[in-house]
């Protein structure tokens, strides 16, 4: 069993930023990626970023790219967000999520299907 453990997220004005945490815990013969997705009221949940284990490369979603940045610390098998120049739009309900198992084509990475273990979600607000 996989267990991600969130931290992080709050109310930060435009322009601001914050940072996001995640830890796996549990039995993970194998990590192919991890990253974050989000989910603002009444959409969809949307790619955010991931790295990739296999090639050690992150993917970002174009609308956060230059202002988002991930990073790990692998050997407590947690990822981090950083998100500067927070916008309105930023806000959402953030989720890390885990894909383990082997590689896949670059396009299901920004899938949500492609990832089997979620964390619980945490609350980022943007507002002045």
């Known amino acids: 069993q996989v267990h991600l453990i969130q931290s992080g997220g709050g109310l930060v004005q435009p322009g601001g930023a914050l940072r996001l945490s995640c830890a796996a815990s549990?039995?993970?013969?194998?990590?192919?990626?991890m990253g974050w997705f989000r989910q603002a009221p009444g959409k969809e949940r949307e790619f955010v970023a991931v790295f990739k284990f296999s090639d050690r490369n992150t993917l970002y979603g174009r609308s956060v790219k230059g202002r988002f940045t991930l990073s790990r610390d692998n050997a407590k098998n947690t990822v981090y967000l950083q998100m500067n120049a927070l916008k309105p739009e930023d806000a959402a309900v953030y989720y890390c999520?885990?894909?383990?198992?082997?590689?896949?084509?670059?396009?299901?990475?920004?899938?949500?299907?492609?990832?089997?273990?979620w964390g619980q979600g945490t609350q980022v607000t943007v507002s002045s």
């Open positions: 999520a885990l894909r383990a198992g082997r590689r896949t084509i670059v396009t299901e990475y920004y899938n949500v299907r492609a990832y089997g273990y």
């Open positions: 549990g039995q993970i013969d194998s990590i192919d990626a």
